[in-house]
């Protein structure tokens, strides 16, 4: 008799075996091109102790961190990869080399309110590049590669890599005498998209007290990259901004080597803008910022962000740690994705690739034609429950198993086997080896597009 | 100034990454085979309702248990991987079609008092086949041939799977009046190994009060297993006592059923033995159980290990849901092996297979070359730091990236690079496609390869 009804929490993303069997295509085209970059995968614990993890303290994540005793100890769950990768270089650095390329794909825990389409559970995939003392801005430039190549290898085409400078920013409000000021406007100019430059403008001057002629000068150089041409021509307007500012300068060399390298990592031109409105956050990025957007489906934000930092791991060690990387929300776009049908239900999610029916009272020779199947690399189940044939060829119609093979008693005779296509209902009866070809091969047409459609 | 010292809880295993790339080749080979037998990929949250992860409750388990509240939510880590495919299939059944074959390669959390070779967080490697109210005992005559795969495909030569099963067992203490007492014996003769028959015997016959004649009986009927000389020998013996008691009799016929297939299976006689002493815990296996031990290094114990069971997920439904399964330690193997020097060093490690070092200031051309060898397949490293040359070759040695490739102003003129076998230090300059075939044929006879010696 149960006694406790099954559930799974709420927040927590479970999914049925085809939608899992997409996810993990997914995930292994996101190993296959991170490491194609020359990272290495680490695998960190999804706990630590709190006082390592909380280091940096405060802000609206502590609020939402899973954390709790066990005997003597103070644990929490991670919350982001960020934090583990920052005390892992730390603790590790004598015994990594660098620059330090890791790529890592992890659940990471947030109690947040549950609504729909937020998660608790939720899988990050990161790439970092950490430098001991310096890195070369060409890392900066080999991001939108890593981007450009990710989201192709995923099956999307209508994507834009936007990329920006925070010393671009930072610099221009120096220029302006704005710096004090630079947190507000940037926390509301971020609303642009939103609310328009008309509320933008009322916010600046009414609640910060922004002077109209400042609040021009601002709302005119944000909207430099909107009306720009290409990046080459957003570049040649802030030109006209130099000489003013060393550290706007900095940012604008940083931004041209950036675009400037973007053929030779084969990035084509028309999947990339600059874009002055991008910041990312306050506190943490320094320098380049990216964020990638689908064409179609702005409202979603950005899929893919990430930027430049001075010092990943200050609250662990007094060696400086300069990095640049990127994040993609893998459960939220996986999520997105599977709500708006554009996760391509054509590609393969059957557990097998071919059902293999006895049906004679001796197995054997079902058994070996299976093994022989596997030997060569198909992926087989073997059928061998009770029931009517009906049944048995139902079985892999629901579980929509493309090929199914029967071994009765004049096959066996023959030494050839009976195989149906059963999205075609193609029938042949051939040699074991002819039928591994033909299944191979049906296979293969299966196989060859794209899983995220857009 | 750090703030922290970084530190990584103690029971939780953190892998630089040589060692990582090298539990990566495990995992990957793992999904691979579990895959060729029709096993679906599932990952379950990690966490759940302590209700329903404990619904069981009781046992030594539930003290291990990273339980802890969050607002109003009780919840709970999970410890294994059974329980949450007994939630999962029961919250899902009329979603799925059974049988139902998954495997899940996840993490879980005991906290075990920490000692050397113990781990709080670890990874297990299950796989279960589930029916609904009937299974076939075939699918307990293809777990051999996975576990047989699963072993050869990690490189392993030297072990063997033991079988058993629990109906013949206590069919046999039925036959003998012993049931009652078969708790305290099968817990007691699990020793046999460790503390020898003498030692048991006392044990039996003083702390029992089982008469000496049944503790003759019992040793003699355990000792069959090791008297035959093969599992055919084993299945003769236990046929004189057919007729006697039907459980026994069941069992018998299911174990012939295992040991019938298993050449068909693709299970070599060597690797495999009926061994009657295996008796895998109490309460839940209910016929076929397995060991897989490693033939110089019985200490170690089971490293695979499973069985049939007669209802997955009485807790949670009435649906009756018999199934069959085993599973792997991974972080405790990998442990293991590591420690024995029983992983293969000379697989590559290294997170790139090629690092390309620019010699000019314009870096396009180099990575042009990057670009081209990614789209090829290749894990290119891009080194753009600054230093000199011996660092930027230093960095590859340390790495133990197995090329380096590097682009001066004569290569560019030329149309060719020059490439470094980091190994034999032999260099070439060739085109960059000739180039690509050359590591491409290094790489290959690098991966030649087993991960796992012995």
Redo the contacts between chains.
Sequence with gaps: ?????????SG??????PP??Q??RILEILRRTY???????????????A??LL?KGGGETEKQI?R????D?D?ALRFDLTVPL???V???SH???F?F??YQIG?V?R?ERAQRGRFR?FYQADIDII?DG???V??DA?IP?IIY?TFSALGLRKFHIRVNNRKILNGFYEMQGLTEKSGDIMRTVDKLDKIGPGKVRAILTDDFSVAPEKVDAVLDFLSLSEKAADSAAVLASLEAYRGRNPLFDAGLDELRTVTR?L????VPGDHFKVDLTIARGLDYYTGTVYETTLDEYPEIGSVCSGGRYDNL??????RKLPGVGISIGLTRLFYILQERGLLNADLPTA??DV?VLPMTDD???A??L??TF??N??????????GKFKKKVG?AD??RIPYAVFMGEDEIRDGVVTCKDMSSGEQTTLSAAATLERIKAGLARRESGRIILG
């Design positions: 008799m149960p006694v406790v009804k099954p559930r799974t929490l927590f993303m479970e999914l049925l075996p899992q069997q996810m993990e490491a194609l970059y020359g990272f290495t995968p680490l695998d960190t614990p999804l706990m630590e102790a006082e390592v280091a899973y709790f005793q066990k005997g100890a644990l920052a005390k892992y730390a603790l590790h015994e990594l080399s620059p390329r890791r659940k825990y109690g559970e430098g310096t890195l070369s060409v890392n080999e590669s190549r390298y053929d030779s990592f084969g791991a200050a609250y662990y060690t007094d557990p097998a059902l197995l054997s020779p058994m070996a299976a093994t596997r030997e690399g198909l992926r087989v189940q073997l059928y061998c429950e009770g079985y629901r579980l």
